[in-house]
């Protein structure tokens, strides 16, 4: 069983900087795709950005140039730097990871998994 621990979020005003991490444990896994989610009050959750094995990422246009998100297959971690923050990023974020994990010495794709969420508001 593969458990997520996310931390991070706070309060930052506008024009500021936050990083948000996501530590996965459990198991031996490693990772497939890895990604932030967010969900601001009364809307839909969207994705914020992905990354994949390969490298390849993709962010929202919303935040493209602001945020960056990466990963460390050796830490099993996954982060989001977050800079140039304003108002309209408030939002509860996630972290969403896909794996393949080890059972019985056999390696089984398309697990994922979810962050409890983590609260950013950005002070206007």
């Known amino acids: 069983q593969v458990q997520l621990v996310e931390s991070g979020g706070g309060l930052v005003q506008t024009g500021g900087s936050l990083r948000l991490s996501c530590a996965a444990s459990?198991?031996?896994?490693?990772?497939?795709?890895v990604a932030w989610y967010r969900q601001p009050p009364g809307k839909q959750r969207e994705l914020v950005a992905g990354l994949n094995s390969g490298g390849s990422m993709n962010y929202a246009a919303s935040v493209e140039g602001r945020f960056t998100i990466s990963k460390d297959d050796a830490k099993n971690t996954v982060d989001l730097q977050m800079n140039s923050l304003k108002p309209e990023d408030t939002a509860v974020y996630y972290c969403h990871i896909r794996v393949d994990r080890l059972l019985y010495q056999d390696w089984r794709k398309g697990y994922e998994y979810w962050g409890q969420g983590t609260q950013v508001t950005v002070s206007s």
């Open positions: 459990g198991g031996t896994f490693r990772f497939d795709r």
